[in-house]
């Protein structure tokens, strides 16, 4: 497949002041000054012609060194997508845990707290009973000085003392 903007009827030499990086060469048509083309450095000049007729494909090798590794996470964007995607998930995870604790105290706490009333109403419902099965105490004041009342009740209208 020829490229529609690399002129191919013409011959190409390597260009020697370019701003390709370390592993490519600059090459350029011979009679003109652009268009300056980065090419690698396995493809030679001789060849270019029918490099760019029939165009190789290059595969990468798996990263040998601690510097291709880096360059090859760099050119994976997804990576720090999948690592933004877990972190929220374990921020959501943590979020309802926090929740369901929340929810377990709360009821514990109105467990508690019903236990407690229990208790005191029961203490109350003990002594109330005891006050009723109590037989009533005379006090030795009424046994002496009767009232007003139980005198007219034994139908004594006056009282000497």
């Known amino acids: ?22 592993n490519l060469v600059c090459a350029r048509p011979s009679g003109f000054k652009k268009p300056i083309l980065c090419l690698n450095k396995t493809i030679p000049i001789e060849n270019f012609l029918k490099f760019l007729s029939n165009p ?17 996470e760099e050119e994976n964007p997804l990576l720090i997508i999948y690592i933004l995607l877990s972190i929220l998930i374990i921020l959501q995870v943590i979020n309802i845990l926090k929740y369901c604790i929340k929810i377990v105290r709360y009821r514990r706490t109105c467990r508690l707290l019903r236990a407690r009333l229990q208790q005191m109403s029961d203490r109350n419902t003990i002594h109330r009973r005891a006050n009723r099965n109590e037989a009533p105490t005379v006090s030795p004041v009424a046994d002496v000085y009767p009232t007003l009342g139980q005198l007219r009740q034994y139908g004594h209208t006056s009282t000497t003392i």
């Not at 497949?1 to 002129?7: E, L, T």
């Open 1 to 22: 497949m020829q490229s529609k903007y690399v002129p191919t009827n013409m011959s190409w030499v390597y260009e020697l002041n370019c701003t390709c990086s370390d």
């Open 56 to 72: 190789l494909t290059i595969i990468k090798s798996p990263p040998t060194n601690i510097k291709q590794q880096k360059e090859l």
